[in-house]
């Protein structure tokens, strides 16, 4: 089964700073779909960006973009201007063939005012 | 119109009590699944329905019985509660093999068992 690892377990950044997150993936697939989902307090599942592996271009959604380099198969979130309402857990999510999602252990970030 | 709803958002009840836990989508998506997320918020995959037809099918106790009446309702019923089944229960759908994956989830159910 594909593994996803998230390594950093905590994270804190200043408001209006920017922050990384770092996730990795073991794969053997060409084709396959990365994703980071965000957890808030609320605790619902939130997508926050999805990239296709079959695109060299990283992902943006307007403060959140993505680092994907398939070949290191890793897949950074960057959240950019950091506000308080980005505090949460992320989850880096792989889906591949046969429609299954694998999840990493999550990052919570912490947002400092 | 929410899109994957689940009921209830919470769940209290003692040890070897029986309860399910209800999953409605109305995103048209052929695939759904059950999720827990244990305390430590590890999300692991318990089962998956394709139109109906189970397909996934991870280590979890006999207790748990899934039920898909059709393709956009997935149950989970629970027999002889334990107290290691406190966690929150997420359903969740996606589109089946040729469309652009993406998992779309419900609230949650928060199962607490005293």
């Known amino acids: 089964a594909q593994t996803v690892t998230q390594s950093q377990p905590e994270m804190s950044v200043q408001e209006a700073e920017t922050v990384t997150l770092s996730c990795t993936y073991d794969?053997?697939?060409?084709?396959?779909?990365l994703f980071w989902y965000k957890q808030p307090p609320s605790r619902q599942m939130i997508l926050v960006i999805r990239?296709?592996?079959?695109?060299?271009q990283n992902a943006t959604e307007n403060r959140f973009s993505v680092n994907f380099q398939k070949a290191a198969k890793s897949f950074s979130l960057k959240i950019s201007d950091s506000q308080l309402g980005d505090a949460a857990m992320y989850f880096c999510?792989?889906?591949?063939?046969?429609?299954?999602?694998?999840f990493g252990t999550g990052t919570s970030l912490t947002v400092i005012p | 119109d929410t899109a994957v709803s689940q009921t209830p958002k919470y769940l209290v009840t003692q040890m070897g009590n029986d309860k399910s836990i209800k999953c409605e989508q109305n995103l048209g998506h052929d695939t759904m699944y059950w999720y827990k997320q244990d305390s430590k918020k590890f999300l692991k995959i318990m089962f998956s329905y394709n139109n109906k037809e189970l397909i996934i099918n991870e280590t979890v106790p006999n207790r748990f019985s899934p039920k898909s009446p059709d393709k956009a309702h997935l149950n989970l019923h629970i027999n002889s509660l334990e107290l290691g089944d406190s966690a929150v229960y997420f359903c969740a759908s996606s589109p089946f093999l040729g469309h652009v994956q993406t998992l779309h989830f419900g609230n949650g159910t928060r199962l607490t068992v005293t």
């Open positions: 794969t053997s697939e060409s084709d396959y779909y």
């Open positions: 990239q296709e592996a079959y695109k060299q």
């Open positions: 999510a792989y889906s591949g063939t046969g429609n299954q999602f694998y």
